[in-house]
């Protein structure tokens, strides 16, 4: 089955100290909720398929020896 158009919005923003030691980083993915089929298996049992996840996101904290 046909899957319908869709547009995946994923963001990142990172700050960095002065010497770069330390980043944060705040990171989005599919900023928009879309629901799409990463994996979609048309079967003669019945049709299988899995969506991709919806949004989310987090932060990733960083420092380098």
């Known amino acids: 089955r046909p899957q ?3 547009q995946i919005v994923n963001a990142a923003l990172t700050y960095k ?5 330390w980043s944060i980083t705040a ?9 799409y089929f990463v ?4 079967l ?8 991709a996840q919806r949004a989310n996101g987090g932060l990733r904290v960083e420092y380098a020896f």
Do not use: F, H, I, P
């Open 44 to 51: 003669s049992t019945g049709d299988l398929g899995r969506y």
């Open 17 to 21: 100290t002065a010497g770069e030691r």
């Open 4 to 6: 319908s158009a869709y």
């Open 39 to 42: 994996n979609y298996l048309q």
């Open 27 to 35: 990171y989005g993915q599919n900023l928009l909720s879309e629901k």
